[in-house]
């Protein structure tokens, strides 16, 4: 059985490489808006000036833009614009003997000239999962969000993360194959896994000023289940608070001051991350520096992530973690990602390795996604 299972595993990821070689993606709103995808993606998942206003202007390029709900009850429009999809998708990785099916389902538009609609939903079926079933809190986001004056003034309230909108913080150090929960070892957390920024079932309001200067807030429950750096120890939603701060300067880097504070009832846990980004002709550079405070011991560590294009929509990513834990030891994680979009397939593939005072291990992922 084992032998099976290990022919298919590399079966699957032959597969994948040969197959990506000539795929590209063209996601919902590129498709509703007649675009390709870097118009408002640098890199995928990670957003350009222009993502990050599509974003904040309720999922359209400009406020004289046609709302969704429009458009779609238009008949007679030759563009309606359906703000549904999905994704259907396959990943796999060195360290289990079983490949992950993931489904994907979301619904973003915008309803009015000011209020807008996000949520998407997934399930991954693998037996060594659980709690990933459709429509639970750990794996949906659901909000709507009212903008004034031109977005100027932005208030969202459901089922969010924090961090949209302070740039790119986790979307440029997403799918390195480092991070995970638990304590160092094969779950090995990242600097940012320190962080311990989740989602809330909450409200936030941002600011816009001058363009430059973006003010946030956030207050209500983690969602999920909170310990030290990521260990799960009970079922209890804790009061989380969030508030940042993003500064971009006249050389268009992007910093910012992130504090993040979980009222646990007893043992409070805080943390703060200085992110800093910067995107220039022959790569995008993304840094965050975190602190966090663990049971009153001190942990500090530096994530870094370094994108290269090869092309339209593919691209090689570098990723270098370093930290000193709760207790003063050093340890490092590696990184090197490949990803390729191409009309609605795509790809990725990581290979990451950690090294700590006790442990060392490697591991590679890879995932292909068929996008509707």
Same mark, same amino acid.
């Given at each position: 059985m084992m032998k099976i299972l290990t022919n298919f595993k590399i079966a699957f990821m032959f597969f994948v490489v040969v197959f990506t070689l000539n795929?590209?993606?063209?996601?919902? $709103?590129?498709?509703?808006?007649?675009?390709?995808?870097?118009?408002?993606?640098?890199?995928?998942?990670a957003l350009n000036d222009m993502g990050l206003g599509f974003v904040r202007n309720g999922f359209r390029t400009s406020t004289y833009d046609t709302t969704s709900l429009q458009s779609l009850l238009d008949e007679n429009s030759t563009n309606r614009r359906y703000p549904v999809g999905a994704i259907l998708g396959l990943s796999d990785n060195s360290k289990t003997d079983e490949v992950n099916r993931l489904v994907k389902l979301y619904l973003s538009g915008t309803l009015t000239e000011s209020l807008s609609l996000y949520s998407f939903t997934k399930e991954s079926f693998n037996s060594n999962k659980s709690g990933q079933d459709l429509f639970e809190s750990d794996n949906s986001q659901f909000y709507f969000q009212y903008n004034i004056l031109e977005?100027?003034?932005?208030?969202?309230?459901?089922?969010?993360?924090?961090?949209?909108?302070?740039?790119?913080?986790?979307?440029?150090?997403?799918?390195?194959g480092l991070n995970g929960i638990g304590d160092h070892g094969d779950n090995y957390v990242s600097p940012l896994g320190y962080a311990d920024v989740r989602k809330i079932k909450g409200a936030e309001y941002s600011y816009l000023f001058d363009n430059n200067i973006l003010l946030l807030v956030s207050y209500g429950e983690q969602v999920a289940k909170?310990?030290?750096?990521?260990?799960?120890?009970?079922?209890?939603?804790?009061?989380? $608070?969030?508030?940042?701060?993003r500064y971009t300067t006249a050389e268009n880097y992007k910093i910012g001051l992130i504090y993040n504070y979980v009222d646990t009832e007893g043992d409070d846990f805080y943390s703060l991350i200085v992110p800093i980004e910067k995107e220039y002709s022959m790569l995008t550079w993304n840094s965050s520096l975190v602190y966090a405070n663990i049971s009153d011991d001190d942990y500090i560590g530096l994530e870094t992530a370094f994108t290269f294009p090869l092309g339209d929509m593919e691209h090689i990513k570098a990723i270098v973690n370093v930290d000193n834990d709760e207790n003063d030891n050093t340890n490092y994680g590696y990184s090197l990602g490949y990803t390729k979009i191409y009309k609605m397939f795509f790809f990725e593939a990581a290979a990451g390795r950690v090294n700590t005072e006790t442990y060392s291990s490697n591991k590679a992922t890879g995932s292909i996604n068929l996008i509707f």
């Open positions: 795929l590209e993606a063209n996601p919902v $709103f590129a498709r509703q808006y007649g675009m390709e995808c870097s118009a408002c993606h640098s890199q995928v998942p977005a100027k003034h932005v208030f969202r309230a459901g089922l969010l993360s924090p961090l949209t909108q302070l740039g790119n913080v986790q979307r440029s150090m997403s799918h390195s909170h310990g030290d750096h990521g260990n799960q120890i009970n079922d209890d939603n804790y009061d989380a $608070f969030l508030t940042g701060i």
